[in-house]
């Protein structure tokens, strides 16, 4: 099959390559999927888990991407729920070589069927993004109706779909970003924005939920803004400055088939919108993974047509 792989962290997406290698075969519990789509997350290659495995040993050239959508092709010893053909989307395993490939193996429990009328480049860009806003928001956050959401990157792929489901929950939502941000923001539902290259972020206070993508000095100045049983929420490690009197959750997304299915049904009826911002073939990925301008939204690459 054909896969992108890396072999030197040092290189970053620059040393991903287009190679030839084995197709997978299942475990106990496994299915292989025939990928048509993969989605991927820059910041996967300074994850250790996509060098060592969990015993620490070296386990490359791997195979990165974690998210996919596609057709179950074979099954492992003792997986049920699954059918072979069937259409299929989910997160894999961080440790395991990923889904920028043909075929990958995945546990079982770590997919949920996808709908036919739901395109896999669509499926694919939602398991990450959807899963960590979904968790952040109802399992951490505790978001309730009626809170103000405070939410770092409200256009990017994450930042979207926490904006939407957060204004779909009732919340009062206030996005942040650049300046060009500001009207697809507001298009996913956010009643308000920070412009953090000319705004002052301290003009907000009083927040119950700060959701916060980016960390650093923008970590740092959100926890000042929380509100004493407020909840500042990151999926980008421990908060440098933890809030007074408020809970601090940072947490990594883990796969749920129950909340790959609430995600996929807003998506089918329109009350969820993807956030992709280039489809890309397996061929040219690692061009498209190598932007030489920003984008906005996800990069999706297609693997089968």
Do not use: C
């Amino acid at each position: 099959m054909k896969a992108i792989v890396v072999t030197d962290e040092a290189a970053g997406t620059a040393g991903m390559t287009l190679v030839d290698r084995p197709a997978p075969e299942p475990a106990i519990n496994d299915v292989v999927v025939q990928v048509h789509a993969s989605g991927f997350v820059p910041t996967e290659l300074t994850w250790p888990s996509t060098w060592t495995d969990r015993l620490g040993r070296d386990r490359t050239p791997s195979v990165p991407g974690h998210e996919l959508a596609g057709v179950v092709s074979a099954l492992g010893y003792g997986t049920t729920g699954l059918s072979v053909g069937q259409r299929v989307f989910g997160l894999t395993d961080w440790s395991r070589d990923g889904t920028l490939a043909e075929y990958v193996a995945v546990e079982e429990r770590n997919l949920a069927p996808l709908p036919g009328d739901v395109d896999f480049t669509v499926g694919a860009s939602l398991p990450i993004s959807g899963l960590t806003a979904w968790q952040g928001l109802f399992e951490h956050g505790r978001l309730r109706a009626g809170q103000s959401v405070l939410v770092h990157g409200a256009a990017g792929a994450v930042g979207a779909m926490v904006t939407q489901l957060a204004h779909e929950f009732g919340a009062y939502v206030i996005g942040t970003g650049r300046a060009a941000d500001r009207q697809r923001a507001l298009d996913f539902g956010a009643q308000e924005f920070v412009d953090l290259e000319n705004d002052d972020l301290e003009d907000v206070g009083g927040i119950d939920l700060v959701f916060d993508v980016i960390g650093g000095d923008i970590g740092r100045r959100s926890a000042g803004l929380i509100r004493a049983g407020g909840s500042l929420v990151s999926v980008v490690g421990p908060p440098e400055v933890r809030p007074a009197d408020a809970l601090t959750i940072d947490f990594v997304v883990t796969s749920d088939r129950a909340q790959l299915g609430e995600i996929v049904q807003r998506v089918r009826d329109g009350r969820l919108l993807t956030n992709i911002g280039k489809v890309a073939d397996l061929d040219d990925a690692v061009a498209a993974l190598n932007p030489t301008e920003r984008t906005t939204g996800k990069t999706i690459i297609r693997v089968r047509s």
